[in-house]
């Protein structure tokens, strides 16, 4: 949090610095008309000229390096929370093959004793367990598994049915895992917001799969319809459906991402489902 509260306040710093010397620069040729127009200067200054053309590059360049260094301070975000997540995924893997041999003695003894009832209801609850990371698990890419797998955690807390469908292994991607994660991300984010203004049965579904040129993905809830008029302004930037709790960045930079890879995203919604579908080539 502390760093990004500095480096906040170094960029508001160079804003304000560039913007007193814009300011002195205007001033400047401010005074140098009325100095002309008065007939007290004949000719422009040559040293004048050149420190005006330098602070105006001076002002070019912080502004292009603070812009660098916020699409430096976002794509650190995202990496961080891909090793969180990947971190969780690796602890939860690491319990449940610590915890194993335990699970094997409880049944054993329960068999041992006749209680096949009880050996049976505990059989299901550990494999349901060992299912729900299990489905995560399809793909050769970590990041994108430890994603779904944090994903789905949150979803279910929110009593939320969430469908995974992996029929692709995501292997030599042409889009980076973290920057692939940003989108899906953004896209269940979203489906989840959605399903939280309903009360009835929550279910989002995600899918991922391909075809000989391309990786497709798809994520779909049964969430309340997005009205005509919002879906042709839905991936603008600044524009949001969420009041106080949005941006409106989250789709227009997953459109802008996926434009730089040579993919694409559209949206359908009806009353009964909102569906967010895309495809991203492969690596030539």
Not at 16 to 30: D, H, K, N, P, R
Not at 37 to 49: D, I, Y
Not at 64 to 93: G, P
């Amino acid at each position: 949090m502390q760093r990004k509260i500095n480096i906040r306040k170094t960029i508001s710093t160079a804003l304000v610095v560039s913007g007193v010397q814009i300011a002195a620069i205007a001033a400047t040729l401010v005074y140098r008309y009325f100095e002309m127009s008065s007939g007290s200067g004949n000719s422009v200054n040559m040293l004048l000229l050149f420190i005006v053309l330098t602070v105006l590059l001076n002002c070019f360049f912080m502004l292009k390096y603070a812009n660098l260094i916020l699409l430096s301070d976002r794509n650190f975000d995202m990496l961080s929370e891909t090793n969180r997540q990947l971190e969780k995924l690796n602890f939860t893997l690491r319990s449940q093959r610590h915890d194993f041999m335990n699970h094997l003695q409880v049944v054993y003894s329960l068999i041992e004793m006749g209680e096949f009832g009880d050996a049976k209801d505990y059989i299901d609850s550990v494999y349901s367990d060992i299912q729900k990371v299990n489905r995560v698990m399809k793909t050769s890419n970590p990041a994108i598994n430890a994603l779904l797998q944090a994903k789905t955690i949150t979803s279910e807390k929110l009593d939320i049915e969430t469908d995974i469908s992996i029929t692709t292994q995501l292997a030599d991607m042409e889009i980076p895992s973290w920057e692939f994660c940003r989108i899906l991300g953004n896209l269940i984010d979203n489906a989840v917001y959605a399903l939280q203004e309903i009360r009835s049965e929550r279910k989002l579904h995600i899918e991922l799969s391909e075809n000989m040129k391309m990786y497709g993905f798809r994520v779909s809830n049964n969430g309340p319809a997005i009205p005509q008029e919002v879906i042709e302004r839905i991936f603008d930037s600044g524009f949001t459906t969420k009041g106080e709790n949005g941006a409106g960045m989250g789709l227009a930079i997953t459109k802008e991402i996926l434009q730089q890879y040579g993919g694409s995203i559209s949206v359908s919604s009806n009353e009964k489902l909102t569906e967010f579908s895309g495809w991203i080539p492969k690596r030539v």
